[in-house]
Antibody, heavy 122, light 112 residues
Framework: QVTLKESGPALVKPTQTLTLTCTFS??????????VSWIRQPPGRALEWLAR???????FYSTSLKTRLTISKDASKNQVVLTVTNMDPVDTATYYC??????????????WGQGTLVTVSS | DIVMTQSPLSLPVTPGEPASISCKSS???????????LDWYLQKPGQSPQLLIY???TRASGVPDRFSGSGSGTDFTLRISRVEAEDVGVYYC?????????FGPGTKVDIK
């Protein structure tokens, strides 16, 4: 069974750096074609893709947020970490991680984690 | 970035009746492999999104065959042949041809 679970602080202050961890099981991020993405959703709003890391350590970022995002992986720990610098109240959202299985192009996010709500407030 | 639009944004449906959602992209999503890099997701109330269709028309594992995806280039459609009550939620299309990926604004489907 493939699962992903996001973890991190529920509350951060403006200007702080957010660090989120996606811990997964049931697959290896060392397998050719495997990828993990981060996606977020502000309350009541649409989904927004943030970043992706591939089995070969290639990394890709949202055009609008790339100066603030860093994605990394520890395949031995089955974890993918996303950092977001200079947090602002508009970054308040539920943050999800999701897997791309080989052969589904670069998307085909399945499954998704349960999400973690991060609130930015002083 | 590629801009994704959806219509309608709200869709009241009658159980047993068909329904369709349109998704348009600002650039062609047709890859050199011949696949369209377009996914469909459903986010049921209070849940994480779930994959319905990937590469334009391939149903994900476990997705009922009443769901189908079609289209090519910049125009795509998600069809539900006979809506069931469990199909309510927000449907999103997403392009994966260009990183950074982009989602549509979502179509909220509910029961009339």
């Amino acid at each position: 069974q493939v699962t992903l679970k996001e973890s991190g602080p529920a509350l951060v202050k403006p200007t702080q750096t957010l660090t989120l961890t996606c811990t997964f099981s049931g697959f290896s991020l060392s397998t050719t074609g495997m990828r993990v993405s981060w996606i977020r959703q502000p309350p009541g709003r649409a989904l927004e893709w943030l970043a992706r890391i591939d089995w070969d350590d290639d990394k890709f970022y949202s055009t609008s947020l790339k100066t603030r995002l860093t994605i990394s992986k520890d395949a031995s720990k089955n974890q993918v970490v996303l950092t977001v610098t200079n947090m602002d109240p508009v970054d308040t959202a539920t943050y999800y991680c999701a897997r791309t299985y080989p052969g589904r192009g670069t998307g085909g996010f399945d499954p998704w984690g349960q999400g973690t709500l991060v609130t930015v407030s002083s | 970035d590629i801009v994704m639009t959806q219509s309608p944004l709200s869709l009241p449906v009658t159980p047993g009746e068909p329904a369709s959602i349109s998704c348009k992209s600002s650039q062609s999503l047709l890859h050199s492999t011949g696949y369209n890099f377009l996914d469909w997701y459903l986010q049921k109330p209070g849940q994480s999104p779930q994959l319905l269709i990937y590469l334009g028309s391939t149903r994900a594992s476990g997705v009922p065959d009443r769901f189908s995806g079609s289209g090519s280039g910049t125009d795509f459609t998600l069809r539900i042949s006979r809506v069931e009550a469990e199909d309510v939620g927000v449907y999103y299309c997403m392009q994966t041809l260009q990183t950074s990926f982009t989602f549509g604004p979502g179509t909220k489907v509910d029961i009339k």
